[in-house]
């Protein structure tokens, strides 16, 4: 019975560790190069959700620009990039490993 309680507790911390990875290099320096001018931040989350903030205006199709960035960031090597959310710089909160504020669009892989 000890034999059998191992197993499945060696089991549950290999499948635990293995679902918490880290995003690749590939997706943090794109980040990293798509900051500037009309991206104020962006950021990976610990999730995998490439976070883009920007100075929001109204009556924008914030869902198409975060497709846009999504597609562009598969195409540099960031396949592991499993969302791309469009937030306003002005109400966010950077956090360690995530953002905090109202997300304005979004696009899923």
């Given at each position: 019975m000890?034999?059998?309680?191992f ?14 990875t ?7 320096r794109?980040?990293?190069?798509i900051?500037?001018?009309d ?19 109204g ?5 198409a ?13 960031a ?13 966010s ?17």
């Open positions: 000890k034999k059998y309680l197993l499945v507790l060696l089991s549950l911390i290999l499948f635990a560790y293995g679902c918490n880290k995003p690749s290099q590939a997706a943090v794109y980040a990293e190069s900051s500037g001018i991206v104020l931040k962006a950021t990976i989350t610990d999730t995998k959700v490439l976070i883009i903030a920007i100075d929001a205006t009556g924008q199709n914030y869902d620009l975060a497709r846009c960035y999504l597609n562009d960031a598969i195409k540099h090597g396949d592991d990039i499993k969302e791309c959310t469009v937030v306003d710089y002005s109400t909160e950077f956090q360690k490993g995530a953002v905090v504020g109202k997300r304005l669009g979004r696009a899923f892989k």
